[in-house]
C-alpha cells in the first residue's frame, strides 16, 4: 500500500515567475521549485504542498504576506473555481511578458536552438468577449459552493449549465455570466436552462447516463451571424421541439438552429449526424473578402480577430511572390491555404479529418480560388514519396499541428524534400521546440513570432520561419 505522504507547509515563499500550464513558481527552502495555482508573480506567501516528487512540489497558497503589484481584480464572479481563465487576476501587459518569455525559453531549452531577436508579442486588442465558439454542459447535480456544502439548508436547485470543474468528469460549474464570448451567448444560455427547468426538461447525469439535454453549443461570427447547437441524450420529439422552438422564437438572430440525438457514452459529435431544425445548417465568417462557411463539425481559429493576425504573420513569413508552389499541412477548412492562395502558384492541402476538406473544398469553391487542392487522409501515411511525386515538390511548406506537434515521420518526409522554407504555426511551443531540433541541420530559424489568442490563460500560439541552410 502506497505511504500517504504528509503535506509540508512553506512560510514566506516569494513566487518568482510564471512556469507552464498556467502555474506560478516559487522555491522551497531546500531549492525545489514548488509549482502554484492561486499565486501571481510578485507575491509573497505561505504555501501547504499537495504533491512531493524529487525536484519539485505542487501546492496552494495558504496565506498571502504581501500582494504583487502585477496583481488586478479578476472580471469574471466564477474566477477561482471555474478553470477556465486562471490568468484573470494578472494584468494584461504581464501575461503577455510570461507567455513571450515561455516561448522563448521552451525554444532554447528544448529546441537548443539558436534564434534570431524575437519579435514582441502581437497581443489581443479584445482582452474578454473573444471567443467565437462556447460549449456548455448540461448535468443534473451541479458544483455545490463551500457555502452551499456547509449550509444547513437543503440544495434543491441542482440544475447546471457551463463548465467542468478541472480534472472532475462529472462535475458541472452553474455559469451565471461568462466573459469569454460576446452577446447573446450569456442570454441564450440563460434562457435555455431556465426553459429547460420551467418545463421539466430533464438535464443530463454522466455517471447514469441519463437525462434530456447534455450539451449547448454557440457559435458566433464578425458578420453577426449565431449557430446554436443544443445536444440530446435522450430521442424525445415533442420535448426537443419545446425547446428548440422557444429558442428560435426568442432569439431570431440565431441564423443555425441545429441539434443532434447522442447516446455514445461520451459527447463528441464527429460520428453524429446533424441535423438542422431551422435556418441553415452553417454560418459564414469573413475575412479579406473571403468567405468561410461553418457548420457545427468545423474547425475554425475560436479568436476570429486574433486569427487574422496569425494569418497575416503566416503570409508574411511565406514571403510568397507569386511563383511558388505551396503546401499547407494540417489545413483544416483551408482558411490559411485560401488566405495565401492569391499570392501563390498553386497551394496543396492536407488533412485528416473528411468534413474538414469537404468545408475546404466547398469555401474554395465559393470564394472562386482555382489555385487551391485539397487531401484528406492521416498526415504520417498521405504526405509521403508518392504524393511528393503527384503533386509537387513545394518551395514553402507552412505547417500548423495539433498541440502535440508533427509526427517524426512527418518530419523526416519535410527533411527529405528540403522545401527553401517552412513556416511552423503551433499552439504549443514546447512541442514546437522539439520538432525544430530535428530540423536544426537542415533550416536555420530566421523569425519568431508570438500571438496571442486566448487573454487571460496561459495559452499562446508561436509562428517561426526556417530557411533552409
Request: net charge neutral; aromatic share 10%; charged share 25%.
Given at each position: 500500500?502506497?505511504?500517504?505522504?504528509?503535506?509540508?507547509?512553506?512560510?514566506?515563499?516569494?513566487?518568482i515567475?510564471?512556469?507552464?500550464?498556467?502555474?506560478?513558481?516559487?522555491?522551497?527552502?531546500?531549492?525545489?521549485?514548488?509549482?502554484?495555482?492561486?499565486?501571481?508573480?510578485?507575491?509573497?506567501?505561505?504555501?501547504?504542498?499537495?504533491?512531493?516528487?524529487?525536484?519539485?512540489?505542487?501546492?496552494?497558497?495558504?496565506?498571502?504576506?504581501?500582494?504583487?503589484?502585477?496583481?488586478?481584480?479578476?472580471?469574471?464572479?466564477?474566477?477561482?473555481?471555474?478553470?477556465?481563465?486562471?490568468?484573470?487576476?494578472?494584468?494584461?501587459?504581464?501575461?503577455?511578458?510570461?507567455?513571450?518569455?515561455?516561448?522563448?525559453?521552451?525554444?532554447?531549452?528544448?529546441g537548443?536552438?539558436?534564434?534570431?531577436?524575437?519579435?514582441?508579442?502581437i497581443?489581443s486588442?479584445?482582452?474578454?468577449?473573444?471567443?467565437?465558439?462556447?460549449?456548455?454542459?448540461?448535468?443534473?447535480?451541479?458544483?455545490?459552493?463551500?457555502?452551499?456544502?456547509?449550509?444547513?439548508?437543503?440544495?434543491?436547485?441542482?440544475?447546471?449549465?457551463?463548465?467542468?470543474i478541472p480534472?472532475?468528469?462529472d462535475?458541472?460549474?452553474?455559469?451565471?455570466?461568462?466573459?469569454?464570448?460576446?452577446?447573446?451567448?450569456?442570454?441564450?444560455?440563460?434562457?435555455?436552462?431556465?426553459?429547460?427547468?420551467?418545463?421539466?426538461?430533464?438535464?443530463?447525469?454522466?455517471?447514469h447516463?441519463?437525462?434530456?439535454?447534455?450539451?449547448?453549443?454557440?457559435?458566433?461570427?464578425?458578420?453577426?451571424?449565431?449557430?446554436?447547437?443544443?445536444?440530446?441524450?435522450?430521442?424525445?420529439t415533442?420535448?426537443?421541439?419545446?425547446?428548440?422552438?422557444?429558442?428560435?422564437?426568442?432569439?431570431?438572430?440565431?441564423?443555425?438552429?441545429?441539434?443532434?440525438i447522442?447516446?455514445?457514452?461520451?459527447?463528441?459529435?464527429?460520428?453524429?449526424?446533424?441535423?438542422?431544425?431551422?435556418g441553415?445548417?452553417?454560418?459564414?465568417?469573413?475575412?479579406?473578402?473571403?468567405?468561410?462557411?461553418i457548420?457545427?463539425?468545423?474547425?475554425?481559429?475560436?479568436?476570429?480577430?486574433?486569427a487574422?493576425?496569425?494569418y497575416?504573420v503566416?503570409?508574411?513569413?511565406?514571403?510568397?511572390?507569386?511563383?511558388?508552389?505551396?503546401?499547407?499541412?494540417?489545413?483544416?477548412?483551408g482558411?490559411?491555404?485560401?488566405?495565401?492562395?492569391?499570392?501563390?502558384k498553386?497551394?496543396?492541402?492536407?488533412?485528416?479529418?473528411?468534413?474538414?476538406?469537404a468545408?475546404?473544398?466547398?469555401?474554395?469553391?465559393?470564394?472562386?480560388?482555382?489555385?487551391?487542392?485539397?487531401?484528406?487522409?492521416?498526415m504520417?501515411?498521405?504526405?509521403?514519396?508518392?504524393?511528393?511525386?503527384?503533386?509537387?515538390?513545394?518551395?514553402?511548406?507552412?505547417?500548423?499541428?495539433?498541440?502535440?506537434?508533427?509526427?517524426?515521420?512527418?518530419?523526416?518526409?519535410?527533411?527529405?524534400i528540403?522545401?527553401?522554407?517552412?513556416?511552423?504555426?503551433?499552439?504549443?511551443?514546447?512541442?514546437q521546440?522539439?520538432?525544430l531540433?530535428?530540423?536544426?541541420?537542415?533550416?536555420?530559424?530566421?523569425?519568431?513570432?508570438?500571438?496571442?489568442?486566448?487573454?487571460?490563460?496561459?495559452?499562446?500560439?508561436?509562428?517561426?520561419?526556417?530557411?533552409?541552410?
Amino acid at each position: 500500500m502506497r505511504k500517504k505522504q504528509r503535506r509540508q507547509v512553506f512560510e514566506k515563499v516569494a513566487v518568482i515567475d510564471a512556469g507552464a500550464k498556467g502555474k506560478t513558481v516559487g522555491k522551497a527552502p531546500d531549492g525545489r521549485v514548488i509549482f502554484l495555482t492561486n499565486t501571481v508573480p510578485g507575491d509573497v506567501v505561505d504555501v501547504m504542498t499537495t504533491k512531493k516528487r524529487k525536484s519539485y512540489f505542487e501546492g496552494v497558497a495558504t496565506h498571502f504576506h504581501s500582494l504583487s503589484n502585477k496583481r488586478v481584480e479578476p472580471e469574471c464572479q466564477h474566477f477561482g473555481v471555474c478553470g477556465g481563465c486562471k490568468w484573470q487576476d494578472m494584468g494584461y501587459e504581464h501575461q503577455l511578458f510570461y507567455k513571450q518569455k515561455e516561448v522563448e525559453n521552451n525554444l532554447r531549452r528544448i529546441g537548443h536552438l539558436e534564434l534570431p531577436e524575437v519579435s514582441p508579442i502581437i497581443g489581443s486588442e479584445k482582452q474578454y468577449f473573444y471567443r467565437n465558439k462556447m460549449e456548455f454542459s448540461f448535468s443534473d447535480s451541479r458544483w455545490l459552493t463551500l457555502d452551499e456544502i456547509r449550509s444547513d439548508k437543503a440544495v434543491t436547485d441542482k440544475a447546471a449549465l457551463g463548465f467542468h470543474i478541472p480534472g472532475m468528469w462529472d462535475k458541472i460549474l452553474d455559469i451565471k455570466k461568462c466573459h469569454l464570448q460576446q452577446d447573446p451567448s450569456n442570454a441564450i444560455r440563460l434562457e435555455t436552462r431556465n426553459f429547460a427547468i420551467d418545463n421539466d426538461l430533464s438535464f443530463f447525469n454522466p455517471r447514469h447516463q441519463h437525462g434530456l439535454l447534455r450539451t449547448l453549443m454557440i457559435r458566433t461570427t464578425s458578420t453577426g451571424e449565431i449557430m446554436v447547437m443544443v445536444q440530446f441524450f435522450e430521442d424525445d420529439t415533442a420535448k426537443r421541439d419545446i425547446l428548440l422552438n422557444h429558442l428560435q422564437e426568442k432569439f431570431p438572430e440565431i441564423t443555425s438552429l441545429v441539434y443532434v440525438i447522442n447516446q455514445k457514452a461520451n459527447d463528441t459529435i464527429y460520428d453524429q449526424e446533424i441535423i438542422c431544425h431551422s435556418g441553415r445548417d452553417h454560418i459564414f465568417e469573413e475575412m479579406e473578402g473571403l468567405r468561410f462557411k461553418i457548420n457545427a463539425k468545423s474547425f475554425y481559429q475560436t479568436n476570429s480577430d486574433q486569427a487574422y493576425e496569425l494569418y497575416k504573420v503566416t503570409r508574411d513569413f511565406a514571403g510568397l511572390n507569386g511563383d511558388e508552389l505551396v503546401y499547407d499541412l494540417y489545413t483544416g477548412t483551408g482558411t490559411i491555404a485560401q488566405f495565401i492562395a492569391k499570392k501563390a502558384k498553386k497551394v496543396v492541402g492536407i488533412e485528416s479529418v473528411p468534413e474538414a476538406i469537404a468545408d475546404a473544398k466547398a469555401n474554395a469553391e465559393n470564394n472562386g480560388i482555382r489555385n487551391a487542392e485539397f487531401f484528406v487522409g492521416d498526415m504520417k501515411n498521405v504526405f509521403n514519396a508518392d504524393f511528393i511525386q503527384a503533386n509537387g515538390t513545394p518551395d514553402v511548406l507552412i505547417t500548423d499541428p495539433p498541440r502535440e506537434g508533427m509526427h517524426k515521420n512527418v518530419v523526416q518526409q519535410i527533411l527529405d524534400i528540403c522545401p527553401k522554407k517552412v513556416v511552423y504555426v503551433s499552439c504549443n511551443s514546447a512541442t514546437q521546440a522539439r520538432d525544430l531540433e530535428l530540423m536544426a541541420a537542415f533550416y536555420t530559424v530566421t523569425k519568431v513570432q508570438p500571438v496571442d489568442m486566448f487573454p487571460q490563460t496561459h495559452h499562446v500560439e508561436n509562428v517561426v520561419l526556417l530557411e533552409r541552410r
